[in-house]
Nanobody
Framework: QVQLVESGGGSVQAGGSLRLSCVAS???????????VAWFRQAPGKEREGVAT????????RVADSVKGRFTISKDNAKNTLYLQMSNLKPEDTAMYYC??????????????????WGKGTKVTVSS
């Protein structure tokens, strides 16, 4: 049973930084099988949005235009942990952030329909 647990959310002022973490269990990041892990977010009253995704080898990374240059996705296979470093945060970044895993594909996308495993989320609030 794959489980994903996010942490690191909180309240910050605009221009600040946060680092989100997602610890995975029931699946090993260092596996030889292809997979994608990603961050999504959903603001109140809005649809879920793909933020960033990274593949097994870390060689393929996709980042949404809305956060490009400000957010960085990475993972530590030894710790089985996915990260999202968020800098220069803006009020429009306020949302619940979710970690997700697609254990079937080698080509990663920001389409949430590809991801079969989800964490419960961590809340990020950015004040102006």
């Amino acid at each position: 049973q794959v489980q994903l647990v996010e942490s690191g959310g909180g309240s910050v002022q605009a221009g600040g930084s946060l680092r989100l973490s997602c610890v995975a269990s029931g699946y090993t990041f260092s596996t030889n099988r292809w997979y994608c892990v990603a961050w999504f977010r959903q603001a109140p009253g809005k649809e879920r949005e793909g933020v960033a995704t990274i593949d097994r080898d870390g060689g393929s990374i996709r980042v949404a235009d809305s956060v490009k240059g400000r957010f960085t996705i990475s993972k530590d296979n030894a710790k089985n942990t996915l990260y999202l470093q968020m800098s220069n945060l803006k009020p429009e970044d306020t949302a619940m952030y979710y970690c997700a895993a697609d254990l079937r594909r080698w080509s990663c996308s920001l389409s949430d329909s590809n991801y079969g495993y989800w964490g419960k989320g961590t809340k990020v609030t950015v004040s102006s």
